[in-house]
């Protein structure tokens, strides 16, 4: 009930190519969605976030897409750059002062030049 | 930019010893968690804390686990004696009061019981 599943575990792509990593959820309680980045040695760091009263956010190069009743959301990073190399963990929550995220199981992506 | 620092930055310690990790949460940060990250696993939540107290805690923190906020600024997490299961990446979190306000990681204490 509490769990988030990521695809794929890891994804190559080539440089301006669009990653799309993919998460689902189960509990219908969860109503704030945010993608976390992550390099190595370094902690995760807030990329973008999305509500469940929204289908589609963009900022920047990154968009994440919701679909409610599918309970799934996504991440597509346009014009990928050899920077963007990282992990990226989908994580939900409660949206109330400090409600605890749940993560998925990450996604390690690779973009090559 | 304001950021959640931990110390140490690596722990070895031996098996049934008591490990004590530290962070400092950003200043106007009202809410403080903590996390773990076992080597290759997904991020998992341990507890959070406000107003001095515990307001959420997971199964994984057990009696085994104490958090306290000795002073207006660090934020402890003891570990009473190690097991070696307790190896993992630790990461301290804090957050401002409000529904979307994200939370805030710091770079993480590796924790290594031998």
């Known amino acids: 009930q509490q769990q988030v599943k990521q695809s794929p575990q890891s994804l190559i792509v080539q440089k301006g190519g669009i990653p799309i990593i993919n998460c689902a959820y189960e509990?219908?309680?969860?109503?704030?969605f945010p993608w976390y980045q992550q390099f190595p040695g370094k902690g995760p760091a807030l990329l973008i976030a999305i509500r469940p009263d929204v289908s589609e956010k963009k900022e920047g190069r990154f968009t994440i897409s919701f679909n409610k009743s599918a309970k799934q959301f996504s991440l597509h990073i346009m014009d990928s750059q050899p920077g963007d190399s990282a992990t990226y963990f989908c994580a939900a929550s409660k949206r109330r002062s400090g409600s605890r995220l749940t993560f998925g199981e990450g996604t390690q992506l690779t973009v090559n030049p | 930019e304001p950021e959640v620092t931990q110390t140490p930055s690596h722990q070895v310690t031996q098996m049934g010893q008591e490990v004590i990790l530290r962070c400092v949460p950003i200043s106007n940060h009202l809410y403080f968690y903590w996390y773990r990250q076992i080597l290759g696993q997904k991020v998992e939540f341990l507890v959070s804390?406000?107003?001095?107290?515990?307001?959420?805690k997971s199964e994984i923190f057990d009696d085994q686990f104490s958090v306290e906020r000795p002073d207006g600024s660090n934020f402890t997490l003891k570990i009473r004696s190690t097991k070696l299961e307790d190896s993992a990446m630790y990461f301290c979190a804090s957050s401002e009061q409000g529904a979307d306000q994200p939370q805030h990681f710091g770079d993480g204490t590796r924790l290594s019981i031998l």
């Open positions: 804390f406000y107003n001095n107290e515990i307001s959420e």
């Open positions: 509990n219908t309680a969860f109503d704030y």
